[in-house]
């Protein structure tokens, strides 16, 4: 991809219920942008260390210097991947780890506004900036759908009634793409958080049946975000259409 660029982050989260009551040790430690691995069984080796763009210390609470917050994360990743949007670039997220590891309360967080995770910031964010807008020969559209991938299925997480089996198609110019996918537009941060919270709630049932707190699905959150210029000289409309996925 001519001028793509890659960022990569790690991030601690603080031990589990289950952890805790094991006597888990920690054995991560983090530094600046480095983390620093250390094997309990092997005592005399020496820790290893991995560079990241960022190493995310989010074991402990807020009262810990070190710790990185739900909005130190967005202020580093999310904030750049807004401004690029407006730039005109495609940008992603893309959240990987084991089930259990974070991936959702980074992404999305908790209610509580301090616990948002990236998206909801972002969303945020990006209509605090569209309406800043004064400019009468600039308008934006912004649509979003949502979706989950849950035993090789394909399921509208906006429309959890559709029964889940969208079909993956690719087109030859545009690429893989969902077909059937509803995509809502949206005009405040408001109805973005009312379809994620809808959207999560249609997540969250096939995490009660597991009996789990994560849901072993993949979800794929995507924002079509269209800024269209008008030209008074040539009286000609341009427009920049880009994509945000998040997992
Ligand atoms: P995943 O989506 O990767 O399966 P979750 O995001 O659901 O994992 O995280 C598992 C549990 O750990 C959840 O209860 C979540 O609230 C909690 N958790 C994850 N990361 C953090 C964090 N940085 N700070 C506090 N709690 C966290
Ligand atoms: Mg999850």
């Not at 820790?47 to 210390?57: A, C, E, I, L, M």
């Not at 509803?182 to 249609?202: E, P, W």
């Amino acid at each position: 991809m001519a001028g793509a660029s890659v960022k990569v982050a790690v991030r601690v989260r603080p031990f589990n219920t289950r952890e805790t009551s094991h006597d888990a040790k920690c054995v991560i430690q983090m530094q600046g942008n480095t983390t620093c691995i250390s094997n309990p069984k092997q005592p005399k080796d020496a820790p290893k260390n991995f560079t990241f763009d960022y190493s995310y210390w989010s074991h402990t609470t807020g009262e810990d210097p070190n710790f990185a917050s739900q909005r130190q994360v967005y202020k580093d990743i999310g904030e750049e991947m807004l401004l690029h949007a407006f730039e005109g670039y495609n940008v992603c997220i893309f959240a990987y780890g084991q089930t259990g590891a974070g991936k959702s309360y980074t992404m999305m967080g908790k209610p509580e506004a301090e616990q948002h995770g990236i998206i909801p910031q972002l969303c945020e964010d990006l209509f605090a900036r569209v309406s800043d807008n004064q400019s009468p020969d600039l308008s934006y559209s912004v649509e979003v759908s949502y979706m989950e991938i849950y035993c090789e299925r394909v399921r509208d997480l906006l429309s959890p009634k559709s029964k889940g089996n969208l079909r993956v198609r690719e087109h030859p110019i545009m690429g893989p793409y969902v077909e059937d996918l509803s995509k809502l537009a949206v005009t405040s941060y408001h109805d973005i958080a009312d379809l994620m919270d809808c959207g999560n709630k249609a997540r969250t049932v096939a995490a009660t049946n597991m009996n789990e707190t994560s849901s072993r699905s993949h979800a794929v959150f995507t924002i079509v975000f269209t800024q269209k210029r008008h030209d008074e000289m040539t009286n000609l409309d341009t427009e920049k259409v880009r994509d945000y996925w998040g997992l």
